[in-house]
């Protein structure tokens, strides 16, 4: 079910008109640089545009709760050096065209200090050349939610600090576990935009090791919602008989496409990569399950790029759980027009206490009046910095990713834990 070349043309034509269109209305995107930095002296503010509404409104929200939660635990203590530090916040619904205007809005109106905490490929990829072009002003983005290889790559790599591991990465990983037990026919269900071939190339790159291909391939529309069916890409994957599909997709599409399998009798193991928004998916195959009283749960395997927030051991999942509790923060109420129950806990906004926490060390290693040409020196001086989960953060000058660790979840008793033992789905 992949998009004909034609379709795909265009697709890359009606997103050159809408940036042309986006340049239009933002005439001062061709014509000015940034604003002087020229913010309160005694708060630093951060620039944030994610998904807030639509089918993807989970990831938005809970990355923000975490990182929100030690946010407000430090200015609780007088902020960093005495200035407090803020969010400002906005909502794309995981699409591109508004994630253009947003950022726009933060750098030239907002005057914010960075950018932080965007979600997606889709959005970030699209913003990659505004930072190149606001680069004379030391714009930077901090700490995106996704896995993608623009961002990592030149012309963009410099203008980005990413904390997680990339999508090569943990599809390398699904590929090397699944061939180990004897899965080597793999196939693809992908959502058809940057994320998914992202992801996609991921899954080839890690086959080509092994002399494989992928099997077979099918793919949705970005925005899909859990009540769509997805027994033609089901169908289209099972015919061709493979020993694992890799999901490369949010949690509402991913949930519909595992349900859907399920309900074909099809319980080929299927695996996420860390973007799904574990628990997101997971409730709603739970609540589906409770309806019709099938177990969707079987043979799902889940890679994230933080550990378990189940694990105790670490001082940083401690730490976590306890402010979570403490603040259960929340979004502000205008961006999310939609319904939406927060998680007690979730993958998704351990990262983003992750990404804030690591944030205010690097905001306490700059001059007492943080100035964004300090940014970029100070980041790639950090070396084997521990955030509290036995994984070391380094960054240098050619090295803007600060984690390469794969964990490997699965389900059990309604929940994700940590897979050690993937012999349990040998062939």
């Given at each position: 079910m992949s998009i004909p070349i034609q379709k795909y043309l265009r697709f890359v034509l009606l997103f050159i008109f809408a940036i042309a269109a986006t340049i239009l209305l933002h005439?001062?995107?061709?014509?000015?640089?940034?604003?002087?930095?020229n913010q309160d002296a005694n708060k630093i503010v951060l620039g944030m545009s994610a998904a807030f509404n639509g089918s993807s409104k989970g990831l938005g929200i809970e990355l923000y709760r975490g990182s929100l939660a030690y946010l407000d635990e430090i200015n609780q203590a007088g902020g960093v050096k005495g200035k407090k530090i803020e969010i400002q916040t906005y909502d794309d619904s995981y699409n591109p065209?508004?994630?253009?205007?947003?950022?726009?809005?933060?750098?030239?109106?907002?005057?914010?200090?960075?950018l932080f905490d965007y979600v997606g490929t889709p959005t970030v990829s699209r913003i990659l050349p505004l930072l190149k072009r606001y680069s004379d002003s030391d714009m930077y983005l901090f700490f995106p939610f996704t896995g993608a290889q623009p961002q990592r790559e030149e012309p963009y790599d410099q203008f980005v600090f990413n904390l997680r591991?990339?999508?090569?990465?943990?599809?390398?990983?699904?590929?090397?576990?699944f061939v180990k037990i004897g899965r080597k026919k793999i196939a693809v269900f992908y959502q058809i935009d940057a994320y998914g071939r992202s992801g996609w190339d991921g899954v080839k790159r890690a086959l080509a090791q092994y002399d494989a291909k992928i099997v077979e391939e099918a793919t949705?529309?970005?925005?899909?919602?859990?009540?769509?069916?997805?027994?033609?890409?089901?169908?289209?994957?099972?015919?061709?008989?493979?020993?694992?599909?890799?999901?490369?997709?949010?949690?509402?599409?991913?949930?519909?496409?595992?349900?859907d399998a399920r309900e074909a009798g099809w319980d080929v193991p299927i695996a996420n990569v860390s973007f799904v928004g574990s628990e997101n998916l997971l409730n709603l195959l739970l609540e589906t399950g409770k309806r019709t009283g099938k177990d969707y749960t079987t043979n799902l395997i889940?890679?994230?790029?933080?550990?378990?927030?189940e694990d105790t051991s670490l001082p940083a999942v401690q730490e976590y759980r306890q402010l979570m509790d403490k603040y259960q923060p929340l979004p502000p109420q205008e961006l999310m027009e939609e319904k939406y129950q927060?998680?007690?806990?979730?993958?998704?906004?351990?990262?983003?206490?992750?990404?804030?926490?690591?944030?205010?060390?690097?905001?306490?290693?700059?001059?007492?009046?943080?100035?964004?040409?300090?940014?970029?020196p100070v980041v790639e001086q950090i070396q084997n910095l521990d955030l509290g989960i036995n994984a070391p953060v380094s960054f240098n000058s050619q090295k803007?990713?600060?984690l390469n660790q794969v964990y490997y979840t699965t389900v059990n008793n309604g929940k994700f834990v940590p897979l050690t033992d993937w012999s349990k789905l040998s062939k």
């Open positions: 005439p001062s995107l061709t014509a000015n640089p940034a604003p002087e930095q065209i508004p994630t253009i205007h947003n950022t726009i809005k933060l750098i030239e109106q907002d005057d914010v200090f960075l591991s990339s999508y090569r990465q943990e599809t390398a990983g699904l590929v090397d576990n949705y529309r970005r925005g899909t919602p859990y009540d769509k069916s997805f027994k033609k890409q089901v169908d289209i994957l099972k015919q061709a008989n493979p020993d694992a599909v890799i999901s490369i997709g949010a949690y509402a599409a991913g949930a519909a496409f595992i349900r889940n890679s994230q790029v933080v550990p378990s927030y927060p998680l007690p806990y979730s993958f998704v906004s351990f990262e983003g206490f992750l990404n804030a926490k690591l944030l205010v060390e690097i905001l306490k290693r700059m001059d007492d009046t943080p100035q964004r040409s300090e940014i970029k803007h990713q600060g």
